[in-house]
């Protein structure tokens, strides 16, 4: 099994976690290792409330479990257990297994035989392809493009390339091919994608029919501002 361990000292940040998520992701790992000074998650900070219940498998990371964290100063560390659910996040949503647990206290071998001092994260069922893995969670992305509900749910259910019809503004500056993040009306990332059109071309496309794009900027390189092959639920 290919597993990723990232051990800490005392603290650490929220990019190193971050990073060490990306490499699981670039070096198609099983298994990506977060350890730190507490034996996983629980549904509510242990240091704080006795009574506290500890969670040793988490089938889904959901808004209910993400709400568990707690990030005050003198939590878990400077990344905080939110952080550590992100990173979580990122790698069960492209099918490898996380765990989080207590590599203060205890051993690597110690972490992988007792589940009471971790917190497993399952995987999701479908495995994301790799070039779908680089999209959703390796780089910065150039700028945004602001979406409405219509094409909200043709990219997230249909799984629908995403037109001009479907989009109200541009944000940031970005070039033909850069990544960009889709976002709705609520300022929530959905989904991630390489664009088909310049920051400038696209935002005087935004609204248009398909057939009117040639129309407003004199040709017509692409049907989609981002096709479906080059897009990426979040």
Known sequence: MRMIPLALKKYVSARTTRLAAQLSLLVQADLFINLTDINGLYDSNPRENKNAKHIQVVPELTPTVFSFASDRINDISVGGMATKLKAADMVTKAGLYALIA???????????SDGSIGTCFLPNTKKMPARHRWI??????????????????????KGKSLLPAGTKRIIGTFKVGDMVDIITDKAIVCAR???NYSSSDAAKICGCKTHEISM?????AFDELIHRDNLVVL
Do not use: M, N, R, W
């Open 136 to 157: 959703a969670f390796t780089g910065k992305p150039a700028g945004s493009v602001v979406v409405d509900d219509g094409a909200y749910k043709a990219i997230s259910e």
């Open 216 to 220: 407003v900027l004199g040709q017509k």
């Open 102 to 112: 207590d590599g203060f206290h205890y051993s690597l071998l110690d972490v992988l």
């Open 193 to 195: 994608g390489l664009i």
